[in-house]
């Protein structure tokens, strides 16, 4: 047994619909929340800018005492060097195992900018369905966009403009490989209505819990949630609070701002 909280961290918003599959699924789960709004977007960033913004992060949900860290961001999560994931305190990095849907012959991996430069997606999903054609689409300012809450007919602007450029728009099923893009669903709906798309939120916190369980280390009951972040609290707290009622949320700052 281990009632510390469970660190959840991301460069904005996005990591909440990670948190939220925590929150739904491991209800005694206490977590803190921190969400680098002040630097988004991380996707048009270089990786080494990215990995010292994370190690920043990652020092600061240390220091509050949690028994494990999410990386709630494939951002993150594919452009730390290995040395991060490594300590006392386990991190888990945003999963790649996805399902897709039977019968799909195409499919795009919708991402930021520096996490399609990885490739680390399209490398999996060729492996585990070589008969599946793939196409990466990275959506320049469509992590921005919803981190500061623009509307849909900008959003969708957005996706329908990376779509077209990279050849996607007669893919059979999707994969957000970005979390803020769960926050927009019907942005994406506009441009692809009849298309699917794979969310890999729930395989990223069972890996986790996978790990607790394990140890022995899940929680008996549940502390208060705590949600940090580092800019933006006018639109990522009535956020918070859509998605996890009442909850603590608090503006912070981090090394090297």
Same mark, same amino acid.
């Given at each position: 047994?281990? $009632?510390?909280? #469970?660190? #959840? ?22 977590? *803190? ?12 960033? &270089?990786?080494?800018? #990215?990995?010292? =913004? ?7 949900? +240390? ?6 860290? #999410?990386?709630?961001? $494939?951002? *993150?999560? =594919? $452009? ?18 996805? &399902? ?40 320049? %300012? ?5 981190? /500061?809450?623009?509307?849909? $007919? ?49 395989? &990223? ?5 996978? +790990?607790? /369980?394990? @140890? ?10 705590? =949600?940090?972040?580092?800019? %933006? ?16 949320? @608090?503006?912070?700052?981090?090394? %090297?701002?």
């Amino acid at each position: 047994m281990d $009632n510390r909280p #469970i660190g #959840i961290m991301d460069s904005g918003v996005g990591g909440l619909t990670v948190a939220r599959v925590l929150h739904e699924r491991y209800p005694k789960e206490s977590m *803190i929340f921190l969400g680098d709004s002040l630097r988004n977007p991380y996707g048009e960033r &270089t990786r080494d800018e #990215i990995a010292r =913004f994370a190690g920043e992060i990652k020092d600061f949900l +240390i220091k509050k005492n949690v028994k494990m860290i #999410i990386i709630a961001c $494939n951002t *993150i999560s =594919f $452009n730390v060097y290995p040395s991060f994931l490594e300590g006392p305190v386990p991190v888990v990095k945003m999963s790649l195992d996805i &399902t897709l849907p039977e019968g799909t012959k195409k499919a795009g991996i919708f991402a930021t900018p520096a996490s399609i430069r990885t490739h680390a997606h399209k490398k999996y999903v060729e492996k585990k369905f070589p008969e599946v054609e793939w196409v990466e689409v990275p959506c320049d %300012g469509v992590a921005a966009a919803i981190e /500061q809450g623009k509307d849909e $007919n900008f959003i969708s602007a957005l996706v329908q403009k990376a779509a077209k450029e990279y050849h996607a728009l007669g893919i059979d099923a999707g994969y957000w490989a970005c979390t803020h893009y769960p926050l927009a669903p019907s942005a994406f709906a506009r441009v692809f209505p009849k298309v699917p798309f794979i969310d890999p939120a729930l395989p &990223t916190v069972e890996a986790g819990m996978a +790990i607790l /369980q394990r @140890e022995d280390r899940l929680a008996e009951g549940k502390d208060r949630d705590e =949600f940090y972040f580092t800019d %933006g609290l006018a639109h990522a707290e009535p956020l918070v609070k859509r998605l996890f009622g009442p909850a603590a949320v @608090e503006k912070t700052n981090l090394v %090297g701002e």
